[in-house]
């Protein structure tokens, strides 16, 4: 049986018809999935994870270096997001490193608020 991977994701099917007909016209075997969802809904594109573009196996590897040439596929290294920016700074902290990133996020945070009531108790109690 033939596999399918997936080589291009937009938000829209119409974005991907003449990327598929210049990939067809190459020899490489093209299916688009989730178009026909999207089309009923465009707000279904989220939920889906776009309409995505694939390819055979055996044609991935062809299909990437068209779309990169063509400009569809950007040769760009992916800045991390800020979950993995704040994963990799947070670390390093005594006690809270061996923790999840998401538990060190919020005792950060709690540990935020209660120095700053400390610091406005302080400033504003009454004499």
Same mark, same amino acid.
Not at 38 to 57: E, I
Not at 64 to 71: A, H, I, M, P, R
């Given at each position: 049986?033939? !596999?399918?991977? !997936? +080589?291009?994701? +937009? =938000? ?5 018809? #003449? ?8 020899? @490489? ?7 026909? !969802?999207? =089309? ?13 573009? =694939? ?24 800045? *991390?997001?800020? &979950?993995? =920016? ?6 390093? &902290? *005594? /006690? ?8 060190? @996020?919020?005792?950060? !945070? ?7 009531? /400390?610091?406005?108790?302080? #400033?504003?109690? *009454?004499?």
């Amino acid at each position: 049986m033939d !596999t399918f991977v !997936t +080589v291009l994701t +937009v =938000q829209y099917p119409q974005e991907l018809w #003449i990327i598929k007909g210049r990939l067809e016209s190459d020899g @490489i075997r093209c299916f688009v999935k989730d178009e026909l !969802t999207v =089309q009923s809904n465009n707000f279904y594109s989220n939920a889906v994870g776009g309409v995505k573009l =694939q390819v055979l196996q055996e044609d991935a590897e062809t299909a990437t270096e068209l779309l990169k040439e063509l400009g569809y596929v950007k040769d760009e290294p992916v800045e *991390p997001d800020l &979950l993995s =920016q704040i994963d990799t700074k947070t670390a390093a &902290l *005594p /006690l809270l490193g061996n923790l999840d990133v998401v538990y060190r @996020i919020v005792v950060i !945070t709690l540990l935020a608020i209660v120095i700053s009531a /400390l610091c406005l108790y302080f #400033i504003f109690k *009454p004499s």
